[in-house]
Nanobody, 126 residues
Framework: QVQLVESGGGLVQAGGSLRLSCAAS????????MGWFRQAPGKEREFVAA????????VYADSVKGRFTISRDNAKNTVYMQMNSLKPEDTAVYYC???????????????????WGQGTQVTVSS
C-alpha cells in the first residue's frame, strides 16, 4: 500500500510560481515512477509530468514544457513539481500518483498509475 499526500498549492497571480510536494509512504518509494496530473472544473484529469524511479528520465505535457520541472528526493520519499510562469489555464486540482510497475520510462496514461493522492488546489488569477 502506498499513501501519497500533496501540499504546496495555493492562489498565485499569473506569471508567479509555486512548488508542489508529494510525500509518499512505504520503503520502496525509490522503485516507483511518479507522476503529476491535474483536473480543472468540468474537464478530464490530464497528465502534466512524470519522472522515473531514479530521477534520470522525465516527461512533460506540451502545455507545461519549459515552465514546470518535476524532481524527486528518494531519501525523503518526496516528489516535487516546480511551476513557473503560471497561467490562468493552469488552475486545477493537482494530483500526484505512483506507478509501481517498475517501468524505466515514465508513463503518461492515467490508468497506468496505481496510487493517488487527495489533490491540492492551484488557482492562478489573471
Amino acid at each position: 500500500q502506498v499513501q501519497l499526500v500533496e501540499s504546496g498549492g495555493g492562489l498565485v497571480q499569473a506569471g508567479g510560481s509555486l512548488r508542489l510536494s508529494c510525500a509518499a509512504s512505504g520503503r520502496t518509494f525509490s522503485s516507483y515512477a511518479m507522476g503529476w496530473f491535474r483536473q480543472a472544473p468540468g474537464k478530464e484529469r490530464e497528465f502534466v509530468a512524470a519522472i522515473s524511479w531514479s530521477g534520470g528520465r522525465s516527461v512533460y505535457a506540451d502545455s507545461v514544457k519549459g515552465r514546470f520541472t518535476i524532481s524527486r528526493d528518494n531519501a525523503k520519499n518526496t516528489v516535487y513539481m516546480q511551476m513557473n510562469s503560471l497561467k490562468p489555464e493552469d488552475t486545477a486540482v493537482y494530483y500526484c500518483a505512483a506507478d509501481i510497475s517498475r517501468t524505466v520510462v515514465p508513463r503518461q496514461i492515467r490508468h497506468q498509475y496505481d496510487y493517488w493522492g487527495q489533490g491540492t488546489q492551484v488557482t492562478v488569477s489573471s
